[in-house]
C-alpha cells in the first residue's frame, strides 16, 4: 500500500479533533469509519482483524492448566475458569515449542525468542529476531495513528543471567534483532500515546478537548450510534480518572517504607502501587486502542519471565513470583487464576462491542503464552490460549493437541496467524509449515 493511499484511508477516519489532541471513533453503523461507503459490503468496509499477546511468565500451575471438550461443552482447568463465558470463542493449544529456546539456559534464554523463534546471542550480548506483533506492525503500522502498544506492569531488568542478557526475560517485542520494542510502563504515558497528538505532561482531559466536536457529531448519527458513542467517551474518561487516583494512591505493594505519608510533593503521572490497578489500567488501554482504531497490534507483559511481582491484593505476599511458581500451591494457582483474568476481561470487553455482523473480539486475535510450560523450567511444550475468530477466519471452541505430531513449531502458529490479518509468507523463525488445524 502507498503512503498516498494510506494517507486518504486514514484520513477519511472518524476522529475527534481537540487542540492537541485527536481520538479515533469505535466503529458505528452509521457513519464510515474504515471503507469509503457506510453500508458497504466490500472489504474495505469491514472491521480490521488484531492481534495481541499477552504474556505471564514462569508458566502455571501443572494440575490446573488444562482444557478438553469443545464448543459449549469445553471444559476448562481451574487456571482458565474465568474464561467459561468465551469458551467458544477461544482455541486452547498444547505441545507448540520453540526449538532455539531450548538450547540455551532457563529463563531469558526461554522468553527472548518467544515470538520470533529465532537464535539468541549469549554471553551477554543482545540478538534475537523480529517478532510477529512488530512484523504486522511493519506491515500495517501507517494505517493507524500508533503502529503497535507495547505495554508492561514490570520493569525491564539489566543484568545478566547464566550467560544470557535478562532484558531476553523483560521483552518479548522485537523491533529488529537488536532492538528490542520500547516497553511502556506507565499507564498516563501509554494513554497520552493513543490519545495526544504529543506524548507530554498535561493536565487538561483528553476528553474536554474534544467534547465540542462530540456533541456537533450526535446530530449526524444514529440513536443507537449516540448510545455507543456516549459509552465509548465514558469509558474513556473512567480511564483517565482512574490514571489520576492511581498515581495519588499511597497504598503499595510488598514491602512498607517507614514513612506512611511521602515528605516530599508525589509526581502525578507515577506508577500504580497496586498490582491489580496497574494491570486493569494496562489492559483497559489495549481494549480502548483496539476499539477505536488507534492501534490494530499490541503486546502486554503482565509480568517479566524471573518476575519479582508480589500480590499482596490476593494475600500472596510472602514471596515474589518467580520463587512462588517452583511449587504447585494453592496460593500459585490463585495468582495464576489472577492473571488469566486479565485476558478474560480483556475478551469481555472486546465481545460486548458491537462491529456490524460482528463483535470486537469476533475480529481479534488475542494470544495469551508463557515462557515455560510448569515453574521447573519446562519449554518443552509451551502454554498456548488464542481468544477471537481473527475476522471469522479462525474455528474456536476447539482444543488442539500437537504432542508427538512432526510440526509443533511455535512459528509455524505465527504463520497460520499471519494468513488472518493478510500477511502471507513463505516462512517465519524456524518454520515453513503452517498448522493446518488454525
Same mark, same amino acid.
Request: aromatic share 6%; net charge positive.
Given at each position: 500500500?502507498?503512503?498516498?493511499?494510506?494517507?486518504?484511508?486514514?484520513?477519511?477516519?472518524?476522529?475527534?479533533?481537540?487542540?492537541?489532541?485527536?481520538?479515533?471513533?469505535?466503529?458505528?453503523?452509521?457513519?464510515?469509519?474504515?471503507?469509503?461507503?457506510?453500508?458497504?459490503?466490500?472489504?474495505?468496509?469491514?472491521?480490521?482483524?488484531?492481534?495481541?499477546?499477552?504474556?505471564?511468565?514462569?508458566?502455571?500451575?501443572?494440575?490446573?492448566?488444562?482444557?478438553?471438550?469443545?464448543?459449549?461443552?469445553?471444559?476448562?482447568?481451574?487456571?482458565?475458569?474465568?474464561?467459561?463465558?468465551?469458551?467458544?470463542?477461544?482455541?486452547?493449544?498444547?505441545?507448540?515449542?520453540?526449538?532455539?529456546?531450548?538450547?540455551?539456559?532457563?529463563?531469558?534464554?526461554?522468553?527472548?525468542?518467544?515470538?520470533?523463534?529465532?537464535?539468541?546471542?549469549?554471553?551477554?550480548?543482545?540478538?534475537?529476531?523480529?517478532?510477529?506483533?512488530?512484523?504486522?506492525?511493519?506491515?500495517?503500522?501507517?494505517?493507524?495513528?500508533?503502529?503497535?502498544?507495547?505495554?508492561?506492569?514490570?520493569?525491564?531488568?539489566?543484568?545478566?543471567?547464566?550467560?544470557?542478557?535478562?532484558?531476553?526475560?523483560?521483552?518479548?517485542?522485537?523491533?529488529?534483532?537488536?532492538?528490542?520494542?520500547?516497553?511502556?510502563?506507565?499507564?498516563?504515558?501509554?494513554?497520552?500515546?493513543?490519545?495526544?497528538?504529543?506524548?507530554?505532561?498535561?493536565?487538561?482531559?483528553?476528553?474536554?478537548?474534544?467534547?465540542?466536536?462530540?456533541?456537533?457529531?450526535?446530530?449526524?448519527?444514529?440513536?443507537?450510534?449516540?448510545?455507543?458513542?456516549?459509552?465509548?467517551?465514558?469509558?474513556?474518561?473512567?480511564?483517565?480518572?482512574?490514571?489520576?487516583?492511581?498515581?495519588?494512591?499511597?497504598?503499595?505493594?510488598?514491602?512498607?517504607?517507614?514513612?506512611?505519608?511521602?515528605?516530599?510533593?508525589?509526581?502525578?503521572?507515577?506508577?500504580?502501587?497496586?498490582?491489580?490497578?496497574?494491570?486493569?489500567?494496562?489492559?483497559?488501554?489495549?481494549?480502548?486502542?483496539? $476499539? *477505536?482504531?488507534?492501534?490494530?497490534?499490541?503486546?502486554? /507483559?503482565? !509480568?517479566?519471565?524471573?518476575? %519479582? #511481582?508480589?500480590?499482596?491484593? @490476593?494475600?500472596?505476599?510472602?514471596?515474589?513470583?518467580?520463587?512462588?511458581?517452583?511449587?504447585?500451591?494453592?496460593?500459585?494457582?490463585?495468582?495464576?487464576?489472577?492473571?488469566?483474568?486479565?485476558?478474560?476481561?480483556?475478551?469481555?470487553?472486546?465481545?460486548?462491542?458491537?462491529?456490524?455482523?460482528?463483535?470486537?473480539?469476533?475480529?481479534?486475535?488475542?494470544?495469551?503464552?508463557?515462557?515455560?510450560?510448569?515453574?521447573?523450567?519446562?519449554?518443552?511444550?509451551?502454554?498456548?490460549?488464542?481468544?477471537?475468530?481473527?475476522?471469522?477466519?479462525? $474455528? *474456536?471452541?476447539?482444543?488442539?493437541?500437537?504432542?508427538? /505430531?512432526? !510440526?509443533?513449531?511455535?512459528? %509455524? #502458529?505465527?504463520?497460520?496467524? @499471519?494468513?488472518?490479518?493478510?500477511?502471507?509468507?513463505?516462512?517465519?523463525?524456524?518454520?515453513?509449515?503452517?498448522?493446518?488445524?488454525?
Amino acid at each position: 500500500m502507498t503512503d498516498s493511499v494510506t494517507r486518504h484511508r486514514f484520513t477519511r477516519r472518524a476522529l475527534l479533533r481537540g487542540v492537541g489532541v485527536s481520538m479515533a471513533l469505535p466503529w458505528m453503523e452509521s457513519l464510515n469509519v474504515w471503507g469509503d461507503e457506510p453500508r458497504a459490503k466490500s472489504a474495505g468496509s469491514e472491521a480490521p482483524v488484531r492481534f495481541a499477546c499477552l504474556f505471564a511468565g514462569n508458566g502455571f500451575h501443572r494440575a490446573e492448566w488444562r482444557a478438553s471438550g469443545s464448543g459449549k461443552n469445553l471444559q476448562l482447568g481451574k487456571v482458565l475458569e474465568s474464561l467459561a463465558p468465551v469458551r467458544e470463542k477461544l482455541l486452547f493449544i498444547q505441545g507448540l515449542y520453540n526449538a532455539e529456546a531450548l538450547k540455551g539456559n532457563i529463563h531469558s534464554s526461554q522468553t527472548g525468542n518467544l515470538l520470533s523463534g529465532a537464535p539468541l546471542a549469549s554471553g551477554g550480548k543482545i540478538r534475537s529476531g523480529t517478532s510477529i506483533d512488530q512484523l504486522i506492525a511493519q506491515r500495517y503500522g501507517k494505517e493507524t495513528k500508533v503502529s503497535s502498544l507495547v505495554l508492561g506492569c514490570e520493569k525491564s531488568i539489566a543484568s545478566v543471567h547464566k550467560d544470557y542478557s535478562m532484558l531476553y526475560s523483560s521483552h518479548i517485542s522485537w523491533s529488529s534483532p537488536t532492538t528490542p520494542t520500547p516497553l511502556e510502563i506507565y499507564p498516563a504515558l501509554a494513554f497520552d500515546r493513543l490519545f495526544k497528538d504529543t506524548v507530554q505532561k498535561s493536565d487538561r482531559s483528553v476528553l474536554d478537548a474534544v467534547l465540542a466536536e462530540a456533541r456537533g457529531l450526535r446530530g449526524r448519527i444514529s440513536y443507537s450510534d449516540r448510545r455507543k458513542l456516549d459509552e465509548y467517551l465514558g469509558s474513556v474518561r473512567d480511564v483517565e480518572q482512574r490514571i489520576e487516583q492511581a498515581g495519588k494512591s499511597g497504598r503499595f505493594q510488598g514491602w512498607r517504607p517507614t514513612l506512611t505519608k511521602p515528605n516530599i510533593p508525589r509526581p502525578k503521572d507515577g506508577l500504580p502501587q497496586d498490582v491489580d490497578e496497574h494491570m486493569r489500567l494496562m489492559c483497559d488501554i489495549l481494549v480502548l486502542g483496539f $476499539q *477505536t482504531d488507534t492501534t490494530r497490534v499490541a503486546t502486554l /507483559k503482565l !509480568n517479566n519471565d524471573h518476575s %519479582s #511481582l508480589r500480590f499482596p491484593h @490476593l494475600g500472596v505476599d510472602y514471596m515474589i513470583h518467580h520463587l512462588l511458581s517452583h511449587s504447585d500451591t494453592a496460593d500459585w494457582l490463585k495468582v495464576n487464576q489472577f492473571f488469566l483474568e486479565q485476558l478474560a476481561y480483556i475478551a469481555g470487553r472486546l465481545d460486548a462491542i458491537q462491529e456490524g455482523d460482528r463483535t470486537a473480539l469476533d475480529n481479534s486475535m488475542i494470544m495469551l503464552c508463557s515462557s515455560m510450560l510448569h515453574g521447573s523450567h519446562d519449554a518443552t511444550q509451551l502454554p498456548v490460549v488464542v481468544v477471537g475468530r481473527g475476522g471469522g477466519r479462525i $474455528q *474456536t471452541g476447539r482444543v488442539l493437541d500437537y504432542r508427538g /505430531k512432526p !510440526n509443533r513449531k511455535m512459528c %509455524s #502458529l505465527f504463520l497460520s496467524l @499471519l494468513d488472518k490479518v493478510g500477511i502471507h509468507r513463505e516462512s517465519f523463525g524456524d518454520s515453513k509449515q503452517r498448522l493446518a488445524e488454525i
